[in-house]
């Protein structure tokens, strides 16, 4: 069942263009690591602590809002023992939620993995039924009345899918496939089904792992070749990662464009950023270290056959507390691993600190 909620917003309206217009309303917006971070304000309320904002993650690939259960102690100065409640009379710029409903699920791990705290994870229908914009150029959400118009397979497309997020046709060599657009998946290019039937410059090979709230996914990479069409775009040669479930075109296509999405009548209208005319893909890099949630830090759930953390004597069971010697959880949303990583863990009740090479994983 998906939830909607009550949202009040200023009229809007007027011609959609790639950059803001003065009938848009911006949404406050912090990017990490490229995701589209947006604050929550809840009202002031006696006997409440003043300080009631929580930072959600907008995610085009979820259905349900989450908040972390700790977090909302913070903001209601009590535990709730809930797991489903309603974020009632809290603001994110032009947006009033008067209930927000969300599922409470600990977050912890994930904070650790993007490197700051995250306190909730924000549905794709969180902003109602309001067009709404994902500029990654300007590093914005905007939101605005009115309708796209019908798609003309230039910039503007068919969104449907089998559920209510937002998916779109793309044309790989002798194939084409419906794929799930994916803020959530911000580090990810394509995400695959059966990695293995499609022409890749080299055989696949194993690259790391997603983590999902309460999965670890481990995954292949490859780089395509060949191209990808996505409407008249084309994407030369994009790295892959194979994935059992839903196929997804993620934030490293996504950042290349702004992004219009009509939840109402499932359209997207997608107009290219002002960049250079090559949209290029970098290869995979990584550590080589499987990690999975912890009470404390991640736990290094597998080491990857000859990548940099096996050569460096990691084991599996390690627990990793800090990177760069910085904890996991305010690393400041860092995303540039470097030539190599100093990694801190727990083994067996020691601290030890192992330098680990980053590489190339596919080139």
Request: aromatic content about 6%; proline content about 7%.
């Amino acid at each position: 069942m998906k939830w909607f909620p009550v949202l009040v917003a200023a009229c809007l309206g007027g011609n959609l263009h790639a950059h803001a217009q003065p009938d848009e309303h911006a949404v406050p917006t912090e990017m990490c690591r490229g995701y589209f971070m947006v604050p929550l304000t809840l009202s002031a309320d006696d006997g409440r602590p003043e300080e009631r904002t929580l930072w959600f993650l907008h995610d085009t690939g979820a259905t349900t809002t989450y908040v972390d259960p700790d977090s909302l102690e913070r903001v209601a100065g009590h535990r709730i023992d809930s797991t489903r409640v309603r974020i009632r009379n809290a603001t994110a710029g032009p947006v009033t939620y008067h209930s927000l409903r969300a599922r409470v699920t600990d977050l912890d791990h994930l904070s650790r993995s993007l490197g700051r705290e995250i306190d909730g994870v924000l549905a794709y229908d969180a902003f109602g039924d309001r067009l709404l914009i994902l500029d990654y150029e300007s590093e914005q959400i905007r939101i605005r009345d009115g309708r796209l118009p019908p798609p003309d397979g230039q910039t503007i497309f068919d969104a449907d899918g089998p559920d209510k997020r937002p998916w779109l046709q793309m044309h790989f060599p002798g194939r084409t496939r419906r794929m799930l657009i994916d803020s959530g998946a911000a580090q990810t290019v394509l995400a695959i089904n059966d990695i293995d039937r499609y022409p890749t410059v080299e055989a696949p090979r194993a690259v790391g792992a997603a983590m999902r709230f309460r999965t670890v996914e481990p995954r292949s990479g490859a780089r395509l070749d060949g191209q990808v069409r996505m409407g008249p775009h084309r994407l030369e040669r994009p790295t892959l990662q194979s994935t059992p479930g839903s196929e997804l075109i993620g934030g490293r296509i996504m950042r290349y464009f702004t992004w219009t999405f009509d939840p109402v009548q499932d359209r997207v209208q997608i107009v290219r950023n002002d960049l250079p005319a090559a949209i290029a893909f970098d290869p995979i890099y990584g550590h080589g270290m499987i990690l999975a949630p912890n009470d404390i830090g991640l736990r290094v759930a597998g080491v990857l056959a000859g990548a940099p953390a096996e050569r460096a004597g990691i084991q599996v069971g390690d627990v990793v507390t800090h990177f760069n010697g910085e904890p996991l959880i305010s690393r400041d949303c860092d995303a540039n691993p470097g030539a190599d990583l100093l990694v801190t863990l727990l083994r067996a009740g020691d601290r030890i600190d192992v330098l680990i090479d980053v590489e190339t994983l596919v080139d």
